[in-house]
Every structure is written in structure tokens, then in C-alpha cells.
């Protein structure tokens, strides 16, 4: 097993890459192993390619030579493993069920061996098999597909596998779910790089959402409600209009014509989270906002998201991210007013 580690990157509210831009272009490099996905290989190059030059995007294979792909086509890249050791960011995309395997061949190890330890690293999918397999996710938290979270879990008891989530982010080492869930990471790397503004743009140009409520669950496979059962996306989009309000399980419940039971069942089933945590969620998203595009006092700013005090904010925002509102606003404050 091959045992290898990331460093730690720099404080992101100390680098100038999360302040006023630099003009920097961070360099990522997709790696293509055989049987890869089409769909997952070309989103690296889709989200990040779309950050207004912030990025370049190489796709390189173990030797340089073609790969076959899950489909009926081989894919040529331009760039053999030596540029792994040129990335700032590596992303690992999913590849066929048959090559899933607890050894990795020779090649792989060799390709991993060369990405730099301070570089960051993504997987997709069933990437994360490959992190697993090198030993980069000993006592980590990770993700992979739902459907593979039991195979997952029997080859690799030492990692903390949460399958209920599109994306686990350990700061040097980034495991996103199935398929679209790329776009999810991508997407959160370019906010975490550079800002929701950017990356709210790229997410219109991708004709995406730049974020996905809740997280695998909802798209486990469960039977599918009677057509005439109403559904909380109503409810939801009437709770975000809100969001400044003391709103209860109760005003959502009531809201939708449910008992408090039935739309809490069916609110976690749509959402892949409870109702409460959900609000939370939103609040800090609109909090977070707030924070990057305006000089609203902290306490203001909790007040118009619904959080009782600032002392819950910073509480909140903690949790989420790991930082308190000032720093977090020192980080983007610089953009925002270049």
C-alpha cells in the first residue's frame, strides 16, 4: 500500500488568493485512469474552466498513452504523468466497477508518488477507492457512491466513510459522491478559492445550482410517493422568503397542510435532512452572503437570517466553516471592493 500524505495548505484568510485577485492561475490536473467516466473526466474542465481564467485544466493519463473510457471510445490526452508534479489541484474522476481494487497498479502508485505534497487532491466517485487504496485516507472522513458505501466500507474499515453527503472537504484531500456531485466539489472550490460571486457565476454559465440542498439520501432509492401527495418544495422556497423569522416546525408544518410527523418524514426525504438543520443550513448560506457584500454588523446581519444573537452566528458559522464572521469578511473583503 502505497503511504503518502498531503501538506497542509496555507491559511486561506492569509493568502492573497482569497483576498483581492493576484492575476495567479492555479494549475489542475485531471488524471484519467482506465475505464473512466466521460461525463465526471469532462467536469473539472467544465466548472473550473469556467472561472474567468483563474484556472488551467491538464488531463493527463499514468503513461500518456490513451485510456479506454466505461463507454465504447478511448480517450487521447495530451500530457503524460510528469505534469501531476506541476498541479496545484489533482482530481481523480470515477472509473468502471472492474478496476475497483484494494492494490493499485504499479503505474497509479508511480503517478501518485509524483503529485507534490502540498498539492491539493479530488475524487469522484469511485476515485475515492484510489485515495483509499494509496492510504491517503487512513482516519479521514470521506465520501463515494451510496450504492457502494458497503463494498467501500469492507475494503477500508480504517476510513470514516459518510455516505449520506455530496462532498467531505479535509482541507488537503476533497472525496465528492456520484456523478454530478463533481460539479458539487468543483464548484465549492471555486468559492472556497475565490468567493459565492465567481462561483455563483460559473454555476449560471454551467447551467447549474451553485449549491444542492441536503446531500446523498435523497437520492437513495426509496418508493416513489403516490402522485397526489404533496411535496415541501413549496414550503421551502416560502421558508428562504423568511429566513429573518422565528420560524418552528410547526409554521412549516402548517405551511404545507401537514401534521407535524408527516412533514418531517417527508420533508427528510426530499431534502436528505431535518427541517431544522435545513433552516440552519440556509441561514449561514444568507449569512455568508451578507458577510462577503455588505458592512451590516455582525448582530445585524444575525438578526436579518434569523439567528437570535451574533453569539449564535459565530457559533453556526463556526461549524460550518471553521471560522468566525470577521475573519471570514476580512477573507473577501478585499475582493469585493477591488
Known amino acids: 500500500m502505497l503511504q503518502t500524505s498531503c501538506g ?162 479535509e482541507d488537503s484531500l476533497l472525496t465528492s459522491a456520484g456523478a454530478a456531485s463533481g460539479v458539487d466539489v468543483c464548484l465549492h472550490l471555486v468559492r472556497k478559492d475565490h468567493g459565492s460571486e465567481l462561483a455563483n457565476r460559473v454555476a449560471r454559465s454551467c447551467v447549474v445550482p451553485p449549491w444542492r440542498d441536503g446531500g446523498q439520501a435523497q437520492y437513495i432509492e426509496q418508493p416513489v410517493p403516490e402522485p397526489s401527495t404533496a411535496g415541501t418544495a413549496a414550503t421551502r422556497q416560502w421558508a428562504l422568503e423568511r429566513l429573518g423569522e422565528p420560524l418552528t416546525l410547526a409554521d412549516l408544518a402548517a405551511h404545507a397542510r401537514m401534521s407535524l410527523r408527516t412533514f418531517a418524514r417527508r420533508f427528510n426525504d426530499e431534502v436528505g435532512m431535518s427541517p431544522g438543520r435545513w433552516l440552519i443550513q440556509q441561514r449561514v448560506v444568507r449569512a455568508r452572503q451578507l458577510l462577503e457584500a455588505s458592512d451590516l454588523p455582525v448582530d445585524q446581519i444575525a438578526g436579518e437570517v434569523g439567528f437570535a444573537t451574533g453569539t449564535s452566528l459565530r457559533q453556526h458559522l463556526h461549524a460550518a466553516i471553521g471560522v468566525s464572521p470577521q475573519a471570514y469578511r476580512r477573507t473577501f473583503q478585499a475582493a469585493r471592493q477591488s
Open 8 to 169: 497542509e495548505r496555507p491559511d486561506p484568510t492569509e493568502t492573497s488568493r482569497h483576498g483581492e485577485y493576484d492575476g495567479s492561475v492555479e494549475r489542475v490536473v485531471v488524471l484519467a485512469l482506465d475505464g473512466v467516466y466521460p461525463f465526471e473526466l469532462g467536469i473539472p474542465n467544465r466548472v473550473f474552466g469556467s472561472a474567468e481564467g483563474r484556472y488551467e485544466i491538464l488531463t493527463c493519463t499514468v503513461d500518456g498513452r490513451p485510456v479506454r473510457s466505461s463507454s465504447d471510445f478511448s480517450i487521447t490526452v495530451e500530457h503524460g504523468p510528469e505534469v501531476l508534479s506541476t498541479a496545484d489541484t489533482v482530481v481523480i474522476p470515477p472509473f468502471a466497477l472492474s478496476q475497483i481494487s484494494a492494490d493499485l497498479p504499479e503505474a497509479v502508485t508511480a503517478a501518485l508518488r509524483a503529485i507534490r505534497p502540498d498539492a491539493r487532491i479530488v475524487s469522484i466517485c469511485t476515485g475515492a477507492f484510489v485515495l483509499a487504496a494509496a492510504g491517503m485516507l487512513a482516519g479521514r472522513r470521506a465520501t463515494t457512491h451510496w450504492q457502494l458505501a458497503s463494498l467501500f466500507r469492507k475494503m477500508f474499515p480504517d476510513v470514516d466513510l459518510d455516505a449520506d453527503v455530496l462532498f467531505v472537504d
